[in-house]
C-alpha cells in the first residue's frame, strides 16, 4: 500500500526508515542547540542528552545502550548512517515485516553498544559510543548473507561496486585491525558485534525466534481460554 504524505508517495518499509531517521534528525538536532551555549533554551538539555544519549562502559546504566544508536553529534556522522539505513532498511522490511524489522534494528544497536561496552571495559577506554552505525552495519550484513548477489557501493566511490560478501569481509578485517593497533576513531568493538549479531540471525537466529513467538501466541491462547472458561 502506498500512503499519501504531503503530495509524495510512500510505501510502508518506506515509512518504517523514514520514521527512524526522523528520530535520528531530532536528537541531531537536540545535540545541535544544546552545543550553542548562550541563551539557546535547549542549551539546559545538555546534561540530560549526555546522560541518555551517549554510552560510557563503566557507568553502569542500560539504557543509554539502546539511546546511543540515535544519537549523532556531526552532520557527516549522520549523513553516512542515515544513507546506509535509507540503503538498506526498505529491502529488508517487507522481508521481515515491520514489527520484526524494528525489534531487529533496535536489538541490535543495543547488542552492538554492549559488544563496543566490553572492548571499553577491556582495554579502559574512556570515550563514549553512539551513533547508528552498528544497527546499520547488522542491516548490511544479512542484506550480503540473505542476497550475497548484491552489489555494495562506496560511499567515497560510488562509481565502483563490489560483492556484498567481500565488502562485509573487509569491513570486519577493518575493524579487527582496529582493535589490534588501538584506533580510536571508530567503535571497531561495536562494529564486529553488529556482524557478529547479523550472522547469528541469518545462521539460526531468525529459526529461533521465529519457534519463540509461536511459543509465546500458543501460551497467550492458552492462557485466554483458561480465563473465559
Given amino acids: 500500500d502506498l500512503f499519501n504524505i504531503m503530495g509524495c508517495q510512500f510505501n510502508s518499509a518506506q515509512l518504517v526508515c523514514g520514521g527512524l531517521i526522523a528520530c535520528n534528525l531530532v536528537i541531531f538536532g537536540c545535540w545541535t542547540r544544546a552545543l550553542r551555549g548562550g ?16 554510552h560510557y562502559a563503566f557507568s553502569g546504566r542500560a539504557f543509554p545502550m539502546l539511546g546511543a544508536t540515535f544519537s549523532h553529534i556531526t552532520f557527516p556522522h549522520l549523513l553516512f548512517n542515515m544513507l546506509g539505513l535509507w540503503s538498506f532498511g526498505p529491502a529488508l522490511v517487507p522481508l521481515l515485516g515491520e514489527e520484526n524489522f524494528l525489534a531487529c534494528y533496535l536489538s541490535s544497536g543495543v547488542l ?64 579487527i585491525t582496529g582493535l ?21 540471525f541469518v545462521g539460526w537466529g531468525a529459526d529461533l525466534i521465529t519457534k519463540y513467538q509461536r511459543w509465546v501466541i500458543l501460551q497467550w491462547r492458552k492462557v485466554r481460554k483458561q480465563i473465559r472458561g
Fill in 39 to 54: 541563551h539557546d533554551p535547549l542549551h539546559y538539555a545538555y546534561p540530560w542528552l549526555q546522560k541518555h544519549f551517549l
Fill in 180 to 200: 589490534l593497533m588501538r584506533w580510536r576513531r571508530f567503535d571497531h568493538g561495536a562494529h564486529l558485534a553488529a556482524v557478529a549479531t547479523g550472522v547469528t
Fill in 112 to 175: 552492538s553498544s554492549f559488544g563496543g561496552m566490553l572492548i571499553r571495559l577491556a582495554t579502559t577506554a574512556t570515550a563514549p559510543s553512539l551513533g547508528a552505525s552498528g544497527s546499520v552495519l547488522y542491516l548490511a550484513s544479512i542484506t550480503a548473507l540473505i542476497y550475497p548477489a548484491t552489489q555494495f557501493t562506496i560511499i567515497f566511490f560510488p562509481f565502483v561496486s563490489f560483492p556484498a560478501p567481500q565488502v562485509l569481509m573487509g569491513i570486519v578485517a577493518l575493524d
